[in-house]
């Protein structure tokens, strides 16, 4: 085969044009585009440096703004808590007042009622006496024909009423 023939003689030649293209490239690429890159990746980085510490910095910020909302919460809640036990407190003596109140004033009526009923009672068994007595003589007088001492039949009437 003829062309493996010329290889030995073209080998050189191409050696030589593969090390000016790659001299070329390396050049080309390393000193004109690789600072380029390298710029960029920096920037990038610092950037990123940036946004990372902002994004530190807005969290720190809104922790301490939750710990602060967290305890005025706490403190409202507290605050809250303390006024329902004193509404709790006034609510509770004022019922216990209008109790009081309440029984004083049932407890007189209650005094009240109880010396009406005994006056009414005293006044009704006195009614009652008085009815017996009358009876009594009646029945007597109508029995007997003779008209009893009113005295004495008013004590023994007592007596019976007393032993029930």
Known sequence: MPQIS???SIYASQLFW?????AAVYFGIGRAMVPK???????RNARISADIAAAEEARNTARAAEEGYTASLDSARSQALKLVGEAKAKATASTEQAIKAGNADQEKALTDATARITTAKATALAGIEDATVDAVEAIVAKLSG????RATVAARVKAELANG
């Open 6 to 8: 010329q290889a030995a």
């Open 18 to 22: 593969l090390a000016i293209v790659f």
């Open 37 to 43: 890159i390298e710029r960029t990746i920096d920037d």
């Open 146 to 149: 003779v008209t009893p001492d």
